[in-house]
């Protein structure tokens, strides 16, 4: 970021520091997260920000996914880009605040013009996928046709696949050496953390072995009954007991 002083604006957009861990499928703290986020809400269409729109992946293009590979009998990896939302360009003319903590004490009424995207911003994800997607296209990849998040790489009769989801990356191939040239191109660009066979992703827990690609949601499933205080609740095998008769609506019509 790049540090002006304004005169479009008053004062520029609030930023704030953001913590969260990051777990695994059994609910177990894998990471640390701090992001300095952008208050977004105060931006102002057609003055910060003009289109906004990135492709996101759906759930259902995600089992696509995985099934085609459990077909094909290729194994499907994970990676996740560190801070990918920093690699976008920013167009416009935005401005933000001093980061909380890290103000100048000798020019404390000064604000920072924003180059690169940074998260809470409107256009942030767009910034981001149109850097990938260029890099990847520039690279040989094709966009699918339907799916915009999917990219698709030929060799004769191998194939590669890779699909988006904002900054988490799952990818396979026919060939073991394409996933390795994709490896190796991706973290010569980009700041990766490299996460392996693919274990859990979008709320899907995923088991991959030689009988296929098996999927399952225990944990969502747990997560939603700790929400509803449920985990403490007898189960029942029918949603009333089988002995209770039930009486006629009232109808006040």
Not at 133 to 147: C, N, P
Not at 153 to 158: F, G, L, P, Q, Y
Not at 160 to 172: A, H, K, N, R, S
Request: hydrophobic share 40%; net charge positive.
């Amino acid at each position: 970021m790049e540090c002006y002083v304004t005169y479009r604006r008053k004062e520029g957009i609030g930023t704030k520091w953001v913590f969260r861990n990051k777990r695994d499928e059994w609910g177990t703290i894998i990471k640390n997260k701090a992001r300095l986020v952008a208050q977004g809400y105060r931006q102002e269409e057609g003055v910060d920000y003009d289109e906004v729109f990135a492709p996101v992946a759906r759930i259902e293009a995600i089992r696509l996914f995985l099934a085609f590979a459990s077909f094909m009998g290729f194994i499907v990896y994970q990676m996740d880009v560190k801070s990918a939302f920093l690699y976008g360009n920013i167009t416009e003319e935005v401005y933000v605040k001093q980061p909380p903590g890290f103000e100048d004490p000798a020019h404390p009424n000064k604000v920072y013009r924003v180059v690169k995207a940074l998260y809470g911003l409107h256009q942030a994800p767009r910034a981001w996928y149109e850097r990938l997607s260029t890099f990847l296209l520039k690279h040989g990849y094709r966009r699918g046709a339907i799916d915009k998040t999917l990219f698709i790489k030929k060799d004769r009769r191998d194939i590669m696949l890779v699909q988006v989801y904002v900054d988490d990356i799952i990818f396979g191939s026919t060939k073991s050496s394409m996933v390795k040239d994709f490896e190796d191109l991706m973290q010569k660009e980009f700041k990766m953390s490299s996460m392996g066979e693919l274990t859990f992703f979008l709320g899907l827990q995923v088991k991959q072995s030689n009988g296929g690609i098996f999927l399952s949601q225990d944990k969502y499933v747990k997560d939603i009954l700790n929400k509803f205080d449920f985990r403490t609740i007898k189960p029942a095998s029918t949603p009333i007991e089988a002995h209770k008769s039930l009486g006629k609506d009232e109808w006040n019509g």
